[in-house]
């Protein structure tokens, strides 16, 4: 991370390593901290990252950063200048999307950054973790901005959910596609040959972009792509953390501390429908809490069973 035109792949695994050491050293390495939101800063000043999903591994960084302890990540931000630049990145890659083409080839508008539902469930984390703080103790950059901030959490609860639901369904019907395993056995030869010849397509595909890596017009970027299909074997401390428990809680000791000032903030700031919303998720939150702790119970009681 501290050396300029290094490669924006190496950059990314040097953010999960970082994310790695934060997550399961939770309350043991605050003198990392700062050094580490340094990096982030200098990288988007001095070299900043083309690729989406480097940016995203970026503000990831400091997202756990802000999980980890709000208090001491903002004051290393203030330390370091870089306050209102990272937030004026972050909260507008959070709202960047790009046209493509859904399944029945119909023109939708797909988000840039943030995709998957580690990355979200990260951004909520870090994002709810400042509406502990008392107001009078952050920045005054990050208090100005509070409103954007929890516009930002309750659109980024709105997609995981929605992911999440698209997940399920890929897998129910993956599951009913097993159940054909034995005739998909029994495919025609013209078939296998059309396989054949997809197949030789991908491989030239890659041979190409090796062929540009090797005379400087490509990147290892360009051949891998970004990561969020990985996240499925990811395993992470946060794992067990409920998003919207989690959000609830900070959102409520923000209105413990400030009840004017959020009832202020979330008027002016909240469409009718974030507002909505809102209610929604502390309304839905105990129950949440209550289905989660069934669901250990039961896990606890198959366990005991063997």
Request: net charge negative; charged share 30%; hydrophobic share 35%.
């Given at each position: 991370l501290q050396a300029d035109e290094t490669p924006e792949r190496d950059v990314v695994e040097g953010c999960k390593l970082s994310e790695s050491l934060i997550l399961n050293c939770k309350g043991h390495i605050d003198q990392v901290?700062?050094?580490?939101?340094?990096?982030?800063?200098?990288?988007?000043?001095?070299?900043?990252?083309?690729?989406?999903?480097?940016?995203?591994?970026l503000l990831k960084m400091v997202s756990n950063c802000l999980y980890y302890n709000?208090?001491?990540?903002?004051?290393?931000?203030?330390?370091?200048?870089?306050?209102?630049?990272?937030?004026?990145?972050?909260?507008?890659?959070?709202?960047?999307?790009?046209?493509?083409?859904?399944?029945?080839?119909?023109?939708?508008?797909?988000?840039?950054?943030?995709?998957?539902?580690?990355?979200?469930?990260?951004?909520?984390?870090?994002?709810?973790?400042?509406?502990?703080?008392?107001?009078?103790?952050?920045?005054?950059?990050?208090?100005?901005?509070?409103?954007?901030?929890?516009?930002?959490?309750?659109?980024?609860?709105?997609?995981?959910?929605?992911?999440?639901?698209?997940?399920?369904?890929?897998?129910?019907?993956?599951?009913?596609?097993?159940?054909?395993?034995?005739?998909?056995?029994?495919?025609?030869?013209?078939?296998?040959?059309?396989?054949?010849?997809?197949g030789q397509e991908d491989m030239d595909s890659v041979l190409l972009k090796l062929a540009q890596m090797r005379d400087g017009n490509g990147t290892w970027d360009d051949l891998f792509g970004d990561d969020e299909d990985d996240e499925d074997e990811y395993t992470s401390p946060i794992d067990d953390v409920d998003e919207v428990i989690y959000f609830v809680e900070c959102f409520k000791a923000l209105q413990a501390a400030a009840p004017d000032q959020v009832q202020q903030v979330a008027g002016a700031s909240l469409s009718q429908d974030q507002g909505t919303m809102l209610q929604q998720l502390i309304d839905f939150a105990p129950t949440r809490a209550a289905e989660l702790e069934a669901k250990k119970a039961q896990e606890a009681q198959q366990a005991a069973q063997g």
């Open positions: 901290i700062p050094p580490l939101l340094q990096l982030v800063v200098n990288k988007f000043r001095n070299d900043a990252p083309k690729k989406e999903f480097c940016r995203t591994e709000p208090e001491g990540t903002l004051g290393a931000l203030e330390a370091c200048g870089g306050t209102g630049e990272i937030f004026q990145i972050w909260l507008q890659a959070l709202q960047t999307t790009t046209e493509a083409e859904d399944d029945d080839g119909n023109k939708i508008q797909v988000k840039t950054h943030f995709k998957g539902m580690h990355d979200q469930k990260v951004c909520i984390l870090g994002l709810s973790s400042i509406l502990r703080m008392n107001p009078a103790s952050m920045p005054s950059t990050v208090q100005q901005g509070l409103g954007h901030i929890l516009s930002a959490l309750i659109v980024l609860q709105k997609e995981i959910d929605e992911n999440r639901k698209r997940k399920a369904a890929e897998a129910e019907r993956q599951d009913d596609d097993g159940d054909d395993d034995d005739d998909a056995a029994l495919q025609d030869f013209d078939d296998d040959c059309d396989e054949e010849v997809g």
